[in-house]
């Protein structure tokens, strides 16, 4: 679906001639003007972002307008894409992700940012103060906890019993990724397992990684999401399949379609938190008072077509474990 931005003018307009707002709504005859900034482009989890909205009161062409700067993959292009959403003197930004959140951060110190789903330490780069006050114009809900490099890998060994050497997968220019890959590393060695990173900068780099990770007879790959890996999945499914190797994923969306499993947040749930701050902040709140959301449930997708077609059993146990299972 292409979302469209709405004019102010039309969009007042729009909310002249609309009906009432939903019970609950917020409306003080303002139309509200969000900006929001990612790396990929727009897609379901944006709608959940919507929905949650409009279950608060808040109607696109009534009394709310989201400004949408998408990088498409383009990570250069964010500052640009923040720099014109200030110019637009907006009333919040969404930031997905703890690269777009420091570059909107850099852009301003007095619009509210929301961080949408930032996996990473915000505390760590510098974005807010602590999780519990953050002290600036930042908050919002990240996507990491101390426990999910060290579960994902638990995962893996519970599956394949005799994994002892896993490669990963990640863009070692996204900070969020570099975090990710920090946590898997502490937990590799209480777990007693050899870790392999493969660094991936571009798309010429996948095919040379997989086989990076068969020489080295790797039992398994993690593939760390965020930083932009989305944008190489279709390539990055075709290679797993080709090299017959069980990955694990940090996102259901891979396992959806076609990847083997995935341990990790609930990405739609998140930005539906995402929304709540907004609300918050639009009624008044300030960002340096609302202390940042840890996750506290994570979702195991299993996929049994995968399974099956690289000769594995995923053992009972593990299936207990699951949020969902493909079959």
């Keep these: ?24 709504a917020h409306h003080t005859g303002k139309v509200y003007r969000i900006g929001y900034l990612k790396n990929g482009g727009i897609g379901p989890n944006e709608e959940a972002f919507r929905e949650a909205l409009r279950e608060l009161g808040y109607v696109e062409g009534q009394n709310i307008v989201i400004e949408w700067r998408p990088a498409k993959g383009k990570l250069e292009r964010l500052p640009e894409l923040a720099a014109e959403l200030v110019r637009l003197k907006v009333d919040c930004i969404v930031a997905v992700g703890l690269g777009p959140t420091g570059i ?8 509210p940012i929301v961080m949408g789903n930032a996996s990473g330490d915000p505390v760590q780069h510098g974005l807010v103060a602590s999780l519990a006050r953050p002290g600036g114009n930042v908050t919002g809900v990240i996507s990491v906890s101390s426990d ?45 397992v050899q870790l392999q990173s493969l660094e991936v900068r571009s798309r010429d780099d996948l095919e040379s990684a997989f086989r990076s990770a068969g020489k080295r007879s790797a039992d398994a790959l993690i593939v760390v999401s965020p930083g932009g890996m989305g944008r190489y999945r279709k390539r990055i499914l075709d290679l797993a399949v080709k090299t017959r190797l069980p990955v694990m994923y940090t996102g259901s969306r891979w396992v959806r379609r076609g990847g083997l499993m995935s341990y990790g947040t ?62």
């Design 1 to 24: 679906m292409k979302l469209r931005t709405i004019g102010l003018i039309s969009t007042f307009a729009l909310g002249l001639l609309a009906g009432p707002l939903p019970a609950g």
């Design 104 to 111: 909107a951060k850099r852009a301003t110190t007095t619009i």
């Design 266 to 327: 609930n990405s739609r749930e998140l930005r539906r938190r995402a929304a709540t701050y907004v609300d918050k902040i639009l009624k008044g709140a300030k960002p340096a008072d609302l202390p940042v959301e840890q996750p506290t449930k994570f979702d195991l997708v299993i996929n049994l077509k995968t399974a099956k077609a690289l000769g594995l059993t995923i053992p009972p146990a593990v299936l207990l474990q699951a949020t969902k299972v493909i079959k």
């Design 148 to 192: 999910l490099a060290g579960k994902r890998l638990e995962i893996l060994k519970e599956t394949l019993p005799k994994v002892s050497r896993v490669a990963i997968l990640w863009i070692p220019t996204s900070p969020s990724a570099a975090y990710h890959v920090r946590e898997t590393e502490v937990a590799a060695r209480k777990l007693g």
